[in-house]
Structure formats: structure tokens, C-alpha cells
């Protein structure tokens, strides 16, 4: 007994951190909900006043990421002006005020509305959530709590699949509107971040959350060196310039990392897969090969779901830099073998093209989807990370829909063929990119990681 009671336990930081992530389990039900819900809004059977249009279903759609892009800056200010549990308590408040009108108020506007609403909350699921979770993990489970943000994304993906087709309008509306409602509720009983709370001045506090989280007494010696810690890291930040902006650009260590996370976000975005899982009906009708859309959408998020999961148990055995190097390298092939496919045209086998597309979403689940956020809540002070990941985000947001923007038109006109030896080259760049420019970040403090760029500047970095 007195030997677990010196041990640092993770239970409560795992519990946490699930209970953290469901905002970003919302967040998928809503990118998800679409497929289901869309083509019953259009029919005769529409619990609307009268059936959407297709212009209706297409502003639905882009309401989410343009919302999310101002939703960023947005919560990025909040949680470092008011702490980061409110925050994450917003998102969900925002998730039952979208699901509230969508399920009392079935018309066209209205529902634009409601996504838009939607699209606020995503902005904090991308920026406060990680940096929450990042905050009150130890530095051993950083990594698969991290990664759990997206795994969670894809699980509500999958969810709304399967709630969707088998239940009504309404019921599927009260079922998420739940989920949020009891988020909120169950959010305010958990702790702030223990970083969040040393900024402010209440240091004794922090010291509370830490020896909960770890399971620990508020005298241990594993819980003074963290608080050590995270007080050398707001001391060294103190020392910097006074104006926000200009202590990032000048600190070489911080605009350094902010400079690879952004190149990280771009590898993610405009390695195609963001475009190929919007697409997919269509990549797969381009090479000869028809699926039911439901069908296919259940499917996509599975693999993407597997993927995910494979991070989340396995990235504290291989790092960073592995999973990220090793996905984008194979879903550079995949690109490379479906541009191919599309260049020689529908004489060649239909399985090959398929097998392409399920075998690179995968690889992007395992590696390129997860790992640059885990990257992005690592690498930045604590009083500049909300705001530095915000940056990243909106980054992210603007690449994804430059890609689906630009996909068809491109295919249309110079071939599917020229878009997806585009997606190749990207990754094959970010394969290069991983290896030589990213520092491995698995296990280690802020202050080992900036040694990285201490010691060296390169050109890309």
C-alpha cells in the first residue's frame, strides 16, 4: 500500500482527458452528419417544411470550416484570458445550443445557423482541447492522450453513421444534444490545468491538481518537480518581450516551432486526404468502382477510426517522427499508385485503385492525421500555446479548403491523375521534411525539446 501511494498513478489523468475529449467527439458527429441527414432533408420525407436544395445541403456544408476559421482566434484568446476549462465547458454549450436548433427549428436558415454555431465550437475543439489535455498529462502519457483527441473525431464520425441510418430525425437531434448537455455538466467537476493556474498566481492550487491528478500527496517529490517545472517555464517566459506577437517572432526557439508546426498542418491538409475522404463517391466512380455513400462513409471512418487507435496505443513506444515519416511515406505511394491508376485509365484492375484508398486512409489515421497535433500542444511555451495553436489551426483550415475547393475543377480539367501526383509529391516532401527537421519530442520536457533549435537553425525550420 505505502508503495502505490508513492507512485504516480495515470487513471485520473486518462479519465480526464476522455472526459475532455468529448467536445471533439461532437465535432466528428457534426462533420459526419451531413451524410446521413443531408439526403433525408432533400427528400419528400424531409421533416422540414419543404425539402432542402442541393445550394441549402452546400452552405450547410461550408458553414463548418469557414465558422471553425473564426472560431479559432476566438478561443485561442479566451483560454489564455479565462482559463481553459471554461473553455472546453463553451464548446459544448455551443454544441447544445446547434443540436437545440436543428432539432426545434427545421428550416433552411436555421439550420445554416446552427452549423455555423457548430463551426464556432470546432475552433475550440482544435486549439483549447489540446492544449487542455496536453497540460494535464505527464510527460509519459503525453503522447496517447494527445493523440486521443482525433481518435475521439473519428469515433463520432462512425457514430453518426450508425445513429444516423438507424434512427429518426428527432431522436438522432436529442441523442447528440445529450451527449453535449451531459458534457457540460460532468466538465465542471473536473480541475483546471495546473499550467493555466500558475499563470494566475495560484500556485498552491496547482499544486492541489497535480497531486489529484497524479494520484499523489501535494508533498510528493514527483509533484514539487513538476511544479518546479512549470513555474522555470513561466519564469522564462516572463523574461521575454512584453508584446505577444513580437516575443514570438523574437524568441528563436518559439517562431522556430511555430514555423514547423505549420509546415506540419500543411503536410496533413495538402497531402490530399482531406479531399479524398469529401471525394471519395467520386474517386472511386472516376475508377470504375461504385459503393452505396452510406456504405462508403461507415467504412472511410473505420479505417480512419483504426488508424487513430493505433497511434493512441503505440506512439510513447515509437515517438513522433516514426508514425509521421512512415504514414506519409505510404500515403505517398497510394497517391502515386491512384494518380497512375487515373493516367492509364479503366483498363487496369478496379482493385488496385480501391485497396489504394483504404490502405491511405489508413496510413493517414495512423500518422499524419494525429501526430501534428500532438506535435502542435508540445512545443510552445504554455502562455503562448492556445494562441500559437489557434494560428495553426486556422492555417489547417484554410489548406483543407483550398484543396476540396480546388479538386474538381482541377480533375475536370487537366485530369484526376494531376491532383493526386500533387497529394504525392506533398507527402514525399513531408517524408523528407520529418526526417531531417523534426525533433523527436516523445518524453521530453519544453525546455529539452527548444534545445533542438538551440543547437542548430536549419533553412526549413
Known sequence: MDRRKNESSAKR??????IATIPTFTYGIQIGWLSPMGPLLKSDSTPAQAPLTDKHISWMAAALPLAGIVGIPFFSYASDRFGRKICVILVSVLSCISWTMKLTAIMPATLIIARVIAGLAAGGCFVV????????????????????????????????????????YKLNQVVYLAVSGIHVVLFCFMPESPNYLLKIGKEKKAVRTIAWLRSLSKSHKLVT????????????????????LLSVVQDRTTFSALRMTLMLMAMQTLSGCFALMNYAADVFQRAGTEWRPNTLALFMGS?????SFFTTVSIEKFGRK????????????????????????????????????????????????????????????????????????????FCSSMTVLFYTPVADQFGAYVVFYSFAAVTFFGVVYTVLWVPETKGKSLEEIHKYWKKTEPVFV
Open 322 to 397: 516514426i508514425p509521421l515519416a512512415c504514414s506519409s511515406l505510404v500515403v505517398s505511394v497510394c497517391m502515386t499508385t491512384l494518380a497512375t491508376c487515373f493516367l492509364l485509365g479503366k483498363g487496369i484492375v478496379t482493385w488496385l485503385p480501391v485497396t489504394a484508398v483504404c490502405v491511405c486512409i489508413l496510413a493517414y489515421g495512423a500518422g499524419l492525421a494525429p501526430v501534428p497535433l500532438v506535435i502542435m500542444a508540445e512545443v510552445f511555451p504554455f502562455q503562448v500555446r492556445a494562441r500559437m495553436a489557434g494560428a495553426s489551426m486556422a492555417f489547417s483550415f
Open 303 to 307: 479505417l480512419q477510426l483504426a488508424g
Open 225 to 244: 518537480e513538476e511544479l518546479h517545472k512549470l513555474k522555470e517555464e513561466q519564469i522564462q517566459f516572463d523574461a521575454m518581450a512584453r508584446v505577444p
Open 129 to 168: 482541447v489540446p492544449v487542455y489535455v496536453k497540460e494535464i498529462s505527464q510527460d509519459t502519457l503525453r503522447g496517447a492522450l494527445g493523440s486521443l483527441n482525433m481518435t475521439v473525431c473519428k469515433l463520432g464520425v462512425i457514430f453518426v453513421y450508425a445513429v444516423g441510418m438507424a434512427a429518426s
Open 13 to 18: 489523468q486518462i479519465l480526464t482527458a476522455l
